[in-house]
């Protein structure tokens, strides 16, 4: 991400209504593999940002947190008490089999070579431990926002699964942010068709555009529904992201 971005990046992973649907949704699948694991577990998160999905990752046991930004590190540091390693998604520094659950959350569309990512996040899992991963969708609504994240592309499911399935069981995949996908497509369909139309005043993200704190709880409520579908495995045809779930 760009070099001040990270700043507003971590009120935002706390505030904005996409964040905080996402990550209850996380949340609640990391629940019940939990569950299914039994008792305290090791977990890694690769590409933590600003910290909010490892503090959500806490309850469940032992978090070993990665960021590959430096200064993201250090201006977390000063925010919150957490531990943050600086490393690669494509080069992890532990040993084979070393975590029972391997976490990517919105992180391997940053890499030119996904195909090394996968086969990392993979590796350091153990055997019965799971992948969980989500990244976003559908090249036809690449826009301004995918590249201040510094993304290198939006994905679809079957490309996710063309990376992952072959070697690991699938538990679950697939799209989400269904309801509002619709409205986001029209939206940035439009932003492209008038640039500089739709106003974005610190990050220049799709995040910014939402600013009022009544739209920001109705649009959380419309994709966080989402998750009485997701815990019962109901698919979805189409969405703004792409969840999955696999075991080793």
Sequence with gaps: MDNNYYKDYFELERNNWWFLARNEII???VKDLHKIKGGPIKIINVGVASGATSQILEPFGEVTSIEYEQECINYTRTKIDIEIQL???LDLKFADESFDLVCAFDVI???ENDKLAAKELI?????GGFVFITVPAFMSIWSQHDVI????????LSEIQELFSKT????YASYFNFYLSIPIFFFRYFDRLVPGFIKRE???SDFDVVSNSFLNKILYKIFVFEKLFIKSKIKFPFGISIIGIWQK
């Design 27 to 29: 949340l609640s699948q």
């Design 87 to 89: 490393g690669s998604i």
């Design 109 to 111: 569309e940053h890499v």
């Design 123 to 127: 590796r350091v899992c153990k055997k």
């Design 149 to 156: 994240n510094h993304h290198v592309k939006r994905y679809i």
């Design 168 to 171: 690991i069981q699938q538990k």
């Design 202 to 204: 610190k990050t220049n």
